[in-house]
């Protein structure tokens, strides 16, 4: 099993590009999950979803929309690329047990 | 509401106990800990159920004390893996049951030396 798999890993946008940060898990989970880590900073959620079709906002979703169409995948779109969004990216996946969060490897996304 | 941990740095030396609280403003359902290494992504640590149940890591240890929306985590006779950030998460409750908004607090770095 792969688990939580993000793409890209790494990727540099000019302001006001607009990009989509791919997760993937394989573990039929039914939460998913987007945080922001700012370097030296805790993870901040972004956008969570509790099944397929069902998404909400997190802590700090301003500049970002996710989608999620089936149970595996649940990609992040950032509109209008800003430099605050600067920053680490995790996804996560949580089964409905609640008894383990498994993170993607991240995604570190620069904007300049 | 972000759970709030303490203290935000701790240093040990190989050997000595730490422990690293956190607590919220809203009713727990569970907590979950987790840890970080440099560049990494956060791992699952350990989870605390309501009532009591815990499961997780076999040499660190936690309690979780619903009353006063708390739980703490002990790190004993630490080695120099243990050293990292360490989260906690709360999975927000509604009634008896989660609501799913896995929210962390902002983390409390641990480092161990020889």
């Known amino acids: 099993n792969a688990g939580v798999t993000q793409t890209p890993k790494f990727r540099i946008l000019k302001i006001g590009q607009s990009m989509t940060l791919q997760c993937a898990q394989d573990m039929n989970h039914n939460y998913m999950y987007w945080y922001r880590q700012d370097p030296g900073m805790g993870l901040k959620l972004i956008y969570y979803?509790?099944?397929?079709?069902?998404?909400d906002k997190g802590e700090v979703p301003n500049g970002y929309n996710v989608s999620r169409s089936t149970t595996e995948d649940f990609p992040l779109r950032l509109e209008l690329a800003a430099p605050s969004q600067t920053s680490v990216y995790f996804c996560a996946a949580l089964g409905t047990q609640f008894t383990e969060a498994f993170f993607g490897q991240g995604t570190r996304l620069t904007v300049v | 509401q972000q759970p709030v941990q303490s203290p935000q740095a701790v240093i040990l030396r190989e050997g000595e106990d730490a422990v690293i609280n956190c607590s919220s403003s809203k009713a727990l359902y569970s907590v979950h800990w987790y840890r970080q290494k440099h560049g990494e992504a956060p791992v699952f640590l350990m989870i605390l159920l309501k009532g009591g149940e815990q499961k997780g890591h076999e040499k660190i240890s936690a309690s979780f004390n619903e009353k006063k929306q708390q739980s703490s985590l002990y790190l004993t006779a630490s080695q120099l893996s243990y050293s990292g950030t360490y989260f906690c998460?709360?999975?927000?409750?509604?009634?008896?049951?989660?609501?799913?908004?896995?929210?962390f607090g902002q983390g409390t770095t641990l480092q161990v030396k020889p």
């Open positions: 998460g709360t999975p927000g409750a509604h009634g008896s049951s989660n609501t799913g908004k896995l929210i």
């Open positions: 979803s509790v099944g397929a079709g069902i998404t």
